[in-house]
């Protein structure tokens, strides 16, 4: 039973290290955050476009990030229902104030204990071509 445990849990970290480095090698801005906007993860590119360390952006709102925040908070609740990943144009309000024009992809991440996570894929729009 206990060698059970013990594996299950080996590969549920090597699981999370992979993502882990998939998250970080990503060419896009990543944060993952539950249904309140509360931020649990992010990436490298994120901490460039919101302007904060990962330890700083760690349980921020990823919500009050944004322009128009409520909006994408809206978008989550149509999209738990329909399930379909969405992508949006927001104006993104870095930690030091100066705003950015970019696309929000929104995935659901994960429904672990009947509590939904959304993973933020961001991208500069066109005419601001590189995080702020």
Do not use: C, W
Request: proline share 2%.
């Amino acid at each position: 039973m206990m060698d059970q445990l013990d594996r299950t849990t080996m590969l549920r970290e090597e699981s999370e290290d992979r993502y882990r480095n998939l998250i970080d090698a990503s060419q896009s801005a990543i944060v993952t955050f539950l249904k309140d906007g509360k931020i649990v993860l992010s990436n490298a590119l994120a901490e460039q476009f919101l302007g904060r360390s990962r330890n700083g952006l760690l349980g921020e709102s990823f919500f009050s990030f944004l322009e128009e925040g409520e909006l994408l908070q809206q978008k989550i609740d149509s999209f738990s229902s329909s399930g379909d990943n969405q992508t949006i144009h927001l104006s993104l309000r870095n930690f030091s104030g100066k705003m950015q024009e970019v696309e929000v992809t929104l995935v659901l991440a994960s429904l672990a204990e009947n509590t939904p996570m959304y993973t933020a894929i961001i991208r500069a729009n066109h005419a601001s071509s590189s995080p702020l």
